[in-house]
Every structure is written in structure tokens, then in C-alpha cells.
């Protein structure tokens, strides 16, 4: 499947042949295909804006995508777009010059976000927050412009993993990030293909393909953020025993409402018990719900 150089995007160009990376390669498109259908992510015809920041994760979902249409198993039309924000150091003609030699139609937009959340945010405060929404913003308008139905993002298992356990640390509720959600407005929907996919994955991926990766660490603000500290916290599990990290993430997809404590999610006020008489030789057992 993955070794004729003419029946394949030319992302995959100078691919390594060692079996190791095709079993990688093709987890990781497996593992974007089950996403894509187990969430209902395609609509026939639709089109795609593929947010590139130039990181890992990015690449790998730009890649796995086309990989997908390239075998005509994603009918969807796909545009990729970086959003420069002026952050002092950004090499603005790296993604450029790459999607060009990889064929990849996309759009460079330059909004100097950077400048407002320097402005905004006191110092030593992390920019994060402020500056993923501006980013999004951004975004969202440039998928309206481009007639584009779903703004797609590269956040991985990991980084759904980690925000659920952000959210019960420091956010009191049981929430994550979302494979499909609609925006605010109503009128795109948000998808993350790369949903079960392991961070390991898309840094092994990336480095393998000798991606022209930029840092997420420009602004200098990445130090000791909640994030990092969750990501420690969930090494120091896996490391002690390894797979949790599936285990864990696959406990968001088999969720029990009546065994939480949400009366929103499950009506514990109008549950009822049995009247009948249960005698001791029936040897009926009582059903836990």
C-alpha cells in the first residue's frame, strides 16, 4: 500500500522504508479514519480548513488527512492555513515554502495577535488564554471567507487527556475537548481527527518525515504552565505503568451518568425502587444501575 513512490502525496515523498514507521504510519491513518467516522465528521462535499501551526501534531494531521483523500476516503475538499501572529522570531516563509513543494493549496494570514496579548495580559501571567482566542477568532472568519464548513484542529489524545484532568484540578468539572463540536455562532463545526491518536505518535511521525517543525515557545511563555504540570503527572503514571494513558482516555468514551453525581445528567430525584416483595429464596439478584 505504502511503497509505490508514484501512488502516493507527494507529503509522503522520501518516506522511511523500515517496516517500524509503515506500522506507525498506518496506525496513525487508521486511528484518523475510525475518528472520522466514529464522530461523524464528514459531510459529503464539504470543505476543510486545516489550522498548520508548524508544530508536530499539525503536520501529522495535515498528512493523515490527505492520506485519507489521497485513497479517496475523505470526500472532502481541503484547504490548509497558517495564521501568523507576529510573534517576534516566527520564520514566516518555513510553511510557505513547504506547502508549496508538497502541492498542499492553503492560505497565509498575517494578524498581529501578539502585540495585543503583550498589551493585554500583566506580565507573568501566561499569553495562552488570550491568545488562542484571538487565534481562533481569526480562524473562524477565515473558514467563512474561504466557504469552509469546519475549522480543523490538531490536538491529539494527549491533549484531550490533559485538559479533562486540567478541568477536575483546577476547573471543578468533568470536561474535555470535544472530536466534533459547533462554534458559538452555530455556523461551523470544530474537528479533531487526531483524536485517538498518541502524542508519540505525531513526534515520532513528524521527526521520521523531517518536517520542517517550528516551536510553540516563541513567546516564551510556555514555563510551568498547568499544562506542563498535568503532563508530568500522567509521564510519572505511564511510566509507572504503561498504558494508562489509553485506559484513562478511553473511560471519556464509557461514561456512566447514573453512577456520577450530575442530576442534570441523570434524574436521581424520579428514581424508583421495586415494590414488589424480593423473598430470600428467590435467588433473584438486585440489578445495580
Same mark, same amino acid.
Given at each position: ?142 473558514? #467563512? ?81 498547568? #499544562? ?21 482516555? #478511553? ?39
Amino acid at each position: 500500500m505504502f511503497d509505490t513512490a508514484d501512488d502516493i502525496h507527494p507529503l509522503f515523498h522520501g518516506a522511511p522504508s523500515a517496516t517500524e514507521f509503515k506500522k506507525l504510519r498506518k496506525r496513525i491513518i487508521r486511528q484518523t479514519r475510525e475518528a472520522v467516522e466514529h464522530y461523524g465528521m464528514v459531510e459529503r462535499g464539504a470543505r476543510w480548513l486545516i489550522c498548520l501551526s508548524g508544530g508536530k501534531d499539525s503536520y501529522t494531521l495535515l498528512a493523515a488527512l490527505y492520506e485519507l483523500k489521497w485513497r479517496g476516503l475523505l470526500p472532502v475538499d481541503l484547504l490548509a492555513c497558517n495564521l501568523d501572529q507576529g510573534q517576534p522570531g516566527f520564520p514566516a516563509t518555513v510553511l510557505p515554502e513547504f506547502l508549496e513543494k508538497m502541492q498542499v493549496p492553503h492560505r497565509i494570514e498575517y494578524q498581529d495577535t501578539y502585540s495585543i496579548v503583550m498589551d493585554k495580559v500583566p506580565q507573568g501571567r501566561t499569553y495562552c488564554a488570550l491568545c488562542s482566542r484571538l487565534r481562533r477568532g481569526n480562524l473562524y472568519r477565515i473558514a #467563512r471567507e474561504e466557504g469552509c464548513s469546519a475549522v480543523v484542529l490538531g490536538h491529539h489524545r494527549d491533549d484531550i487527556l490533559e485538559t479533562f484532568f486540567m478541568n477536575l484540578f483546577h476547573g471543578s468539572r468533568l470536561a474535555t475537548m470535544p472530536p466534533k463540536l459547533v462554534n458559538e455562532d452555530g455556523d461551523l463545526f470544530v474537528y479533531r481527527p487526531l483524536a485517538f491518536v498518541a502524542e508519540t505518535d505525531c513526534e515520532r511521525f513528524s521527526r521520521a518525515m523531517n518536517y520542517p517543525i517550528i516551536p510553540c515557545d516563541l513567546c516564551g511563555s510556555q514555563d510551568g504552565l498547568q #499544562r506542563q504540570q498535568v503532563k508530568r503527572i500522567l509521564d510519572q503514571w505511564e511510566a509507572n505503568h504503561p498504558g494508562r494513558r489509553q485506559k484513562m482516555f #478511553r473511560a471519556l468514551m464509557n461514561t456512566r451518568p447514573s453512577h456520577l453525581l450530575d442530576p442534570a445528567l441523570f434524574d436521581f430525584v424520579g428514581l424508583k425502587r421495586k415494590t414488589g416483595k424480593i423473598t430470600e429464596n428467590s435467588g433473584e439478584i438486585p440489578l445495580l444501575r
